[in-house]
């Protein structure tokens, strides 16, 4: 049939549900919670040029990576060489698309009538890839030789038939091979899938037309893109901060970035951060450039499906070797903290001109999680979870309580009956927290506390929770929030002995209470200018307690009918 | 006298079935939403239904999910677990719509002031950690009247496992406030995850006085008619139909009351015609509805969400509810152009108000309507018979930027705009039945509501199904599936368990407690235990997998040889979902029984239609727009005047008064015995 305007919206929909078939596959048939519930990974077709035709994701911290993971595929073997049914797989941080060791890239080639068309691909978050902490993330690593397998783009299925001995390698190299070889699986399937359609609609539409619509479909996504660009105010932002530390020393680490708009290109330098450090929380060139495009694309059309035009006037400028950009053999398992930090830093930057689409600072931290011990049938168990949190006022509304950090994003917290039923641990609460942070006009979205009650004999419990010591931020008078942090409160006891943003393997016994506390967001101009009804609402509510609403919203209520007996907000405050 | 109510946004409808002599009749009125029974009342004096004679009743209404979406139902109080009163509004967290930074949850059905907690725990064992303190219940329970509360809802962790206390709660709670309606968690379901037990109780309880009043309303205006009460029954969600009482009890059972009955309806004229496998299509005038039906069976979902949408979470029901994916492409569904300047159809529609452009009600904008009529598919003059002349200058007029932006003629245009609105519904149908390890060759696409028959033709041609039918009376289906419908209730039960480490008198004591308990029920609502039909499922997956596949168990005692059977039915069905199987240990998840209670099945007698000459139905010829096969001059049929066994050849088109149905040059289409139309295609 013959190519038309029209067909241009019939393939970019076709693709879109043929990115969407990957991704489901792939959950569904999935063994890792970090897959199945906090939907860590993507899937994507890509053009025989690496260029990104279209991509599924259930968080953003993968977006348009994948198209350098295809292009260092390409680099290695060249086009020639391939054929159908071959599988590729590398997870290298510091080159083709890599995050950390855990983030696995699946590249499956596809041809019609012998010609190459594009390649399917997904990387994703598996279970375990080996290294010195189960679950292949820790907060105290130094080298990336301690963190797991690396998989250099190998070759992993050839025509089809999966190489035996690269199998049996991996499966040699990890603590559960039986749920690393499913996700291996489960991201096979998915690449079939692609395929699959691929292939359809190369004989419904011909390669040509294919290829021309690809064509168009990319122009069009630079066309939108730089639609909205062009609507941004011009100028140049700045935004520089801390990160908490490397694990390792107590040394806040300090980050910056430089956003020139100039109507035709979104340049994000971010020169002047600090260099890698020694412990893992560092970031990755590939990670640092998806940051760049999740803000672009959150200030100018979230709504667009995703391609490699969308992207066309994105720049992310930053030296390698440095907190964002590591280099072997820097570790990098924990790489979230720095993707998170410079997604931050960019919002900062960019907040002034786009409060309509930004809200204040939020917990930002995934606030990654790890418990993980032998219960009372000797059986291993090990929880993996990330926490929601609080997120930041907006210019009109109040900010959210118990949300997933940006860095996530369709990912689920682990259910208490489903979590009690899996690990041996009493959940005692689950519940906001409602600390004196985050006051404003319109309130930060509260935090949240999770307590853990261990239930074996001994178990170990690792996290991750950035923004400890540098709390969310607040705009035009509103309040910061409140940090993020890990408790541990002893056996017998009610009084917490350790309070940490890190901790590493920390070890607990029977009766022990781990509490997760995650931050409450942003206040937006000053709690003063809160209107007195919506105070009255949120102490009855129980969003703010009476203390609060005297201390820092200027009005005392009467203990049983809340009504307003004393306002005592000065003028001008 | 069997007898089918559909009430929907715009017309209520009515299908009736008289046993004795086999005749089919449907009729029509306008929906009165001011007292949707006025509409009910009228449709049977419409009919002249001889009331006193109706043997059964089934009601299909939209009251429900819109007390839901429109904010309209009772104000409801929470009683909960000490510690977990803020479960509801952290709800999963999650963050559908993953580049908005301004990303605003769905806000609770409950506020935080009336969700009390009070002290009580039990374990994942269903052991009790700590009793339920009655002091706390009568604290909140007065706390929660002060408040003015309207309804109650009780949810208390790992009640799944042993309900024990929020019946004892429940106690407490009817004397202290015997008149306010009250939802037990474990009442509603027993499957785990405290979110979204603890939401389905909720809105269980919000929706709960509404349904009530309009039941009762509704009953007593049937009664008074000569209804026996005992003939009334309501349309649920999970396909089959239960008493009023029971829909009073439980609602949120009712929730897709309305759309499930056209996937029973085709599920019926399947069985019929001998085809058990079968994918319907519902096109309305703002969405397309499919769902696919296996061996005579629909598919249903557990993971039920309403207002769920790309971008925003919705709110979790745990009721069975027959699969049906939904997409924004109807016959009012407006053509767009983008800023980068790509051509869009749906999802908003332009409704019943103004409509289409063509209708000449103060649309302006160009919807798939318009773009049929324009194509020469929709005869102008024949609209609902006539009744509503449609105007192809304003469809013109409306679809002229298009043509413009593209450098088109008009005609070229509406194509356009047809070819995307069937692209959109044929990735639908693609998600219910390919993307889900069916191949639609061995299915057969029943196609109906006002749009159906007109773009089923085409889909055909993409979709590769083996033949497409249209029912009599293709926009009245819904009513007519529910004639069809039976009693039917569900039990589900979360208990994990490894295959290889099952004790079968377990599973046999488990199966034995709620097949007992489904007798107990469907008799008290007048079912013989002869008329009973038991199904027993089982949700079950690899180890460490998360999601689960719904495996057919055998009935009888299981024993331990039946479990290699069960595992390679596992086995078998996930590697046709995943392409894929493992050597790993399986579990059972959850228990999941069907009980129907079969109702007297009414006999559809073949009609009386004449062999005879197809120029007798022959009524012109006009100009019509076959897409990539080009203009044809399509012959135009009357369908009532179709005779049986003469193929229509296409290009063709058979028009009655609320549908057309286009033939392209490619295929052939058939009237049978039952009057349906069946197209295939030639050679």
Known sequence: ?573 | MRVASDIGGTFTDLAYLDEETGRVGMTKVSTTPADFSEAVVGTLRKAGVDVPRTSFFVHGSTVIINALTERKGAKTALITTQGFRDVLEIGRANRPDIYNMSYTKPKPFVPRYLRREVHERVNYKGEELAPLNEADVRQAVEKILAEGAQAIAVCFLHSYANPSHEIECGEIVSQLAPDIPLTLSHQITQEWREYERTSTAVLNSYVHPTARAYLDHLERDLTKMGMDRRVLHVMQSNGGSATFESGKRSPINLVESGPVAGVIGAAHVGDLIGEPNVISLDIGGTTAKTSLVEKGTPKITTEYKIEQRRDTAGYPILAPTVDIVEIGAGGGSIAWIDRAGALRVGPVSAGAAPGPACYGWGGDQPTVTDANVLAGRINPAYFLGGEIPLDVQRAEAAMRPIAEAFHLSIEEAAMGVIRIADANMINALKLVSVRRGYDPRDFVLIAFGGGGAMHAGALMRELRVKKVLIPVEPAVFSAWGMLMTDLRRDYIRTLITRTDQVNPARLNAIYAEVEAQALQDLTAEGVREADMDFQRFADMRYMGQEHTVKVRLPAGAIDDRAMPDINERFHALHEQTYTFRLETPVELVNYHLTAVGRVKKPEFRKLDIRQGKLAEARKGARRVNFDELGFAEATIYERERLPLGVAVKGPAVVEEPASTTVVFPDQKLNRDEFGFLHIEMLG
């Open chain 1, 1 to 573: 049939m013959a190519f038309d305007p029209f067909t241009l919206t019939i393939l970019q929909e076709s693709l879109r549900a043929a990115a969407d078939e990957m991704f489901v596959r792939l959950g569904k048939a999935s063994k890792s919670p970090i897959i199945y519930e906090v939907l860590d990974y993507a899937c994507a077709l890509i053009s025989p040029a690496s260029e990104l035709i279209c991509e599924a994701q259930g968080v953003p911290g993968f977006t348009g990576v994948l198209p350098s993971a295809v292009r260092s595929i390409l680099e290695k073997y060249g086009a020639q060489a391939m054929k159908s049914g071959d599988v590729y797989a590398t997870n290298d941080p510091y080159s083709g698309g890599g995050t950390h060791l855990s983030d696995v890239c699946l590249i499956g080639p596809i041809f019609w009538d012998g010609e190459l068309v594009a390649f399917a691909a997904n990387k994703a978050h598996w279970t375990e890839v080996g290294g010195m902490a189960a679950g292949s993330w820790t907060t105290d690593a130094t080298e990336i030789y301690q963190e797991g397998l690396q998989l250099p783009a190998v070759k992993l299925y050839d025509g089809g038939e999966p190489v035996g001995s690269l199998i049996d390698l991996i499966a040699a190299n990890v603590r559960l091979p039986d749920s690393t070889l499913s996700d291996l699986y489960a991201g096979v399937a998915a690449l079939r899938a692609g395929e699959t359609r691929v292939r359809e609609l190369c004989q419904r539409y011909g390669v040509m037309e294919f290829r021309q619509s690809i064509g168009e479909m990319l122009d069009h996504g630079e066309r939108l893109a730089r639609l909205r660009l062009g609507a941004l105010a011009r100028g140049v932002y700045q935004a520089e901060g801390w990160m908490d530390d490397d694990g390792l020393s107590d040394d806040p680490i300090p980050i910056r970035v430089k956003v020139t708009i100039d109507g035709e290109t979104f340049t994000a330098d971010f020169t002047g951060s600090s260099p890698q450090v020694r412990g893992p929380i560092n970031g990755t060139w590939a990670r640092l450039q998806s940051a760049g495009r999740v803000v672009f694309k959150a200030i100018t059309a979230p709504e667009v499906p995703n391609n490699e035009g969308c992207f066309r006037p994105v720049k992310v400028l930053c030296p390698m070797g440095t907190i964002f950009t590591a280099e072997r053999p820097a570790p990098v398992s924990t790489y979230w903290e720095a993707g998170a930090a410079a997604v931050d830093l960019l919002w900062r930057a960019l907040y002034p001109i786009a409060r309509d689409r930004l809200t204040v600072g939020h917990f930002l931290s995934i606030c990654g999680t790890s418990l993980s011990g032998v219960d009372d049938e000797g059986r291993l168990f090990v929880l993996v979870e990330p926490q929601a949190g609080g997120w930041g006022a907006g210019a009109d509304k109040d900010g959210e309580n118990g949300l997933v950090a940006q860095g996530d994003g369709e990912t689920y917290n682990i259910p208490v009956e489903v979590c009690e039923t899996r690990y041996p641990v009493l959940v005692e609460q689950y519940a906001l927290d409602i600390v004196p942070y985050g006051a404003g006009r319109y309130r930060g979205g509260r935090g949240l506390v999770r307590d853990y009650r261990i239930l074996c004999r001994q178990a170990s419990l690792t996290t991750t929770f950035g923004r400890h010591r540098f709390p969310p931020w607040g705009a035009a008078g509103g309040q910061q929030g409140s940090p993020n942090g890990a408790a541990i409160i002893p056996a017998g006891s009610s009084e917490p002995v350790v309070w940490s943003g890190k901790l590493t393997r920390y070890p607990l016994r029977r009766g022990d209470l781990a509490r997760l506390v995650t931050g409450t967001g942003g206040g937006y101009k000053h709690p003063f200018e809160r209107p007195v009804e919506m105070i009255q609402a949120d102490v009855k509510d129980g969003y703010l307690t009476l203390q609060q609403a005297e201390r820092s919203y200027g009005v005392t209520l009467h203990p049983e009918t809340l009504e307003a007996l004393q306002l005592h907000r000065a003028p001008g405050a």
